[in-house]
């Protein structure tokens, strides 16, 4: 498929609606892999009221995003459901959102969020989905994914209930929640799974929170992210993209360029606007318009994610605000938003009309 075919592709679904899905496209032109695309579906929040009755918000994200899925021309080779698919973790949430999950055509490969985590320490979730860590290559491109959302077990089990640990966990700026890690265990393992990759085979990685550290207080943190970033070093091409934080973020480390998607539920504030935290975002990021309270789709939205040679270039859609296109410039070596880069730290607001 031509370059070119794909964008059209993207800019007919842009004129069908503007819905929480991302759309990859992986293009390797001189290499041998070849071009290929997915989608990214993330933080949809399955929240059980009682019975059978769900959040409905929620629940149209997820089922608009599925839809739109379906309907993407290229077909996606798969699908990443980036985390954060329950708010509390239980076995209906979890069901809920898998049957509406069960309508998507493609293959899915699931990220763990912390949501689906902290009442049962992953168990359910693995019943239906597998392990909690893991990784795939495809077309010439290797692909891990992480659980970045681990604490240590003294604080797993400080709480009389998985239920209490849950509701602790599912604050976004808790006191008594605890730092996120991927941990030694999985460390290991990432290491041993590198080991058999060749350094310039374009390594994609998945995690729910951050590999980054930028803002502890809301747990928009990774504890150990730098041992993980020494792990990925060694390789000429290496993006991470992940959910959790609700909203545009972007950073370039070294080799590695971070990219956040978006949610499907709900949109999180910038830390820069909680007066007590300071700014605690990458310099590099220019904030997202904020939420407007009266569109209920304000500042969610989906992605098509351009990976070009092993550096990508990042379109979200946005319902309420205008479309932004983060690209990585091949002469700063870093992800730069292409209409706002230079002009500071907010975009300005954006007429709804
Ligand atoms: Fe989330
Ligand atoms: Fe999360």
Redesign the pocket.
Known sequence: MQRRNFLKGAGALLAGGVLPVSLVEVAFGKTKTENFTFAYI??S?IQQIKGNSFVRSFDRGLIRAVAECNMLDPKPDFVIYG??LAQLGSKPEIDHGLEIMSACKHKVHYVL?E?DYYLDLGKYWQSQLGPHWYSFDHKGVHFVVLNSILVDDKWINKWSSGEERMGVMAGLDNPLGSPFMVGAAQRAWLKQDLNKVSKDTPLVIFSHSPLQKIYKGWNFWTDDAEQIQALLKPFSKVNVFY??V?QIQYNQIGNISFHSVM?T?WPWPYPSTYSQAGSHLPKLTVEMNRADPFFERDATGWQFIDVWSGNSTVQYQLPENNTRTVAFNTKSKRPEDKQYQSKGKRIPPQDHY
Do not use: K, L, N, V
């Open positions: 993330s933080d929040h985390g954060d969020g949501h959910g959790h609700h949610a539920a």
